[in-house]
């Protein structure tokens, strides 16, 4: 019988040299059929907000919103720890907010641990929140929250700016975080920065060299036509198997050929 995931777990699987397997949910079928897969841990990602509710980019996405996420996922009763993101905002202003925002995902979401983006400008507010048991995962590189920062969604710590973001992993360990995502970031600096670092890094667009990888769960089913980076495989083509048996309904319903007797009650 398969153990619940836990923080020292996760920790324990970096010294093991085992890699980590993490995919985002955002509502409960999700969550009880990634688990059934054996995923390691689910992120509840602030991605909600662009692959689940149709925005632009994540920073529309509000705590009520995740909360509402984390809760689906939570009543699924994963074996895989459950992380929730904390929305741009939730954490921005200061320890106090912070600290009460990342309790609620624990109190009243019942999700494991948090997801914090920054590096060295959010060390403050992360040591704040790891120093009262709620574990952090850092979140460093291409930070979906800066995309008006970065001007789009660019890989970061390409040339000069590498040490900047070994800079930011470092300081999010020493803040306490258990694990840090590295995004859209060169592969040979995610190996640098995971050679270097004793928690585990999650990579995503980071290539091969990370201690774990993380995607998107609409990304790998097929279900986000609206673009697929090339750090996305697709294992599954969902998208057109859906508009298919939603087409082959609508002609059903209109030919008279569903229902039958079969779907009736007597
Ligand atoms: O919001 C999210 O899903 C994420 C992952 C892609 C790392 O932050």
């Not at 803040?175 to 640098?192: M, S």
């Not at 599954?236 to 209109?254: K, M, N």
Request: hydrophobic letters at 40%; one cysteine or more; proline letters at 6%.
């Amino acid at each position: 019988m398969r153990k619940k995931t836990t923080i020292p777990e996760i920790l324990q699987m970096k010294r093991d040299a085992r890699k980590i397997a993490v995919l985002t949910a955002y509502d409960y079928p999700t969550a009880r059929l990634i688990d059934a897969g054996g995923v390691d841990a689910i992120l509840v990602g602030d991605s909600a907000g662009v692959v689940f509710s149709g925005h632009e980019n994540t920073l529309p996405v509000t705590m009520d919103e995740m909360l509402y996420h984390v809760k689906a996922v939570v009543r699924a009763k994963p074996k895989a720890l459950v992380i929730a993101d904390m929305p741009f905002m939730s954490c921005q202003c200061g320890e106090e907010p912070a600290l009460k925002n990342c309790g609620r995902m624990l109190q009243e979401g019942g999700a494991e641990a948090v997801k914090i983006e920054g590096g060295l400008n959010m060390a403050p507010i992360i040591r704040a929140v790891a120093v009262m048991d709620i574990p952090v995962m850092g979140h460093v590189g291409l930070t979906p929250q800066s995309v008006h920062r970065m001007g789009g969604y660019r890989v970061q710590g390409r040339q000069n700016q590498a040490d900047r973001i070994l800079e930011d992993a470092r300081a999010v360990q020493e803040a306490g975080a258990f694990a840090v995502v590295l995004e859209g970031i060169p592969a040979g600096l995610a190996e640098r920065i995971t050679a270097s670092l004793d928690i585990p890094t999650i990579g995503i667009g980071a290539g091969p060299g990370c201690d774990g990888q993380v995607l998107v769960i609409h990304d790998i089913l097929g279900l986000c036509e609206k673009y697929s980076p090339k750090f996305v495989k697709r294992y599954a083509d969902l998208g057109p198997l859906i508009t298919e048996a939603a087409g082959q309904y609508v002609s059903e319903v209109r030919g008279g050929i569903f229902p039958t007797e079969e779907h009736s009650f007597s």
